[in-house]
């Protein structure tokens, strides 16, 4: 069962020698939030997975992203109205690879919070989009965490944040905490994205981060 915000705090305010003035609870909900975005960048909890349709109005190539709540990274996109799965293709070899018709609506690419399809299509479409999303924000006593089994992750990275940020020390450690699930973040979504990348270039950003 996912812990709620007053379980978190109780054991983050432990691990900060049990500081508990209203500054201190001010910084550690936020630290407890921050880790949570940090666990969902790692992890990709299935909790996180939703899905919800999207339409393509006819004589349209593309439709807007905006309308998915709190939206990460797009998983899959299925054509419910021929019943045909999509293939995804990326976004630099978009014009190269795609011709100008195919036959029917099965390819799409995303740039931004636009998700872009081929062939345009003559009558309106509505695509099935299987996404990630960003966990909810906690704010009250109650709420809980949008995923389970990964609290001793939040809390450690909840701490180690909120320790640089009082006693200006560990910083080093802190970073490290939130740089690995960010770059791991922001290449994945820019391999979603089409953006040119490969696992070598990954780890070398990485190495150097860490140097």
């Not at 709620?4 to 500081?19: I, Q």
């Not at 909840?158 to 740089?179: C, H, L, S, V």
């Not at 040119?196 to 150097?208: A, D, K, M, N």
Request: include cysteine.
């Amino acid at each position: 069962m996912p812990s709620s915000l007053s379980t978190l705090e109780t054991l983050v305010r432990k691990g900060l020698g049990g500081r508990d003035d209203s500054a201190a609870n001010t910084v550690i909900d936020a630290c407890i939030n921050y880790s949570a975005t940090l666990a969902a960048l790692l992890f990709e909890p299935p909790e996180l997975l939703t899905q919800a349709n999207l339409t393509v109005l006819a004589n349209n190539s593309n439709v807007s992203l905006s309308t998915l709540t709190r939206h990460l990274s797009i998983k899959s996109v299925y054509n419910s109205t021929n019943s045909t799965k999509m293939w995804y293709i990326p976004w630099e070899t978009w014009e190269a690879v795609i011709p100008a018709n195919v036959g029917s609506t099965k390819y799409f690419s995303i740039l931004g919070e636009t998700l872009y399809v081929k062939d345009t299509p003559s009558a309106n479409k509505t695509l099935s989009v299987g996404y990630n999303t960003y966990p909810s924000t906690m704010s009250n006593s109650n709420d809980t965490v949008s995923f389970d089994y990964h609290d001793s992750f939040i809390v450690s990275a909840a701490i180690g944040i909120a320790r640089a940020f009082f006693d200006k020390a560990d910083t080093g450690k802190a970073m490290d905490t939130i740089i690995l699930p960010l770059s791991l973040g922001a290449k994945a979504r820019q391999i979603i994205e089409g953006q040119r990348t490969s696992f070598e270039t990954l780890l070398t950003s990485l190495q150097t981060k860490g140097a």
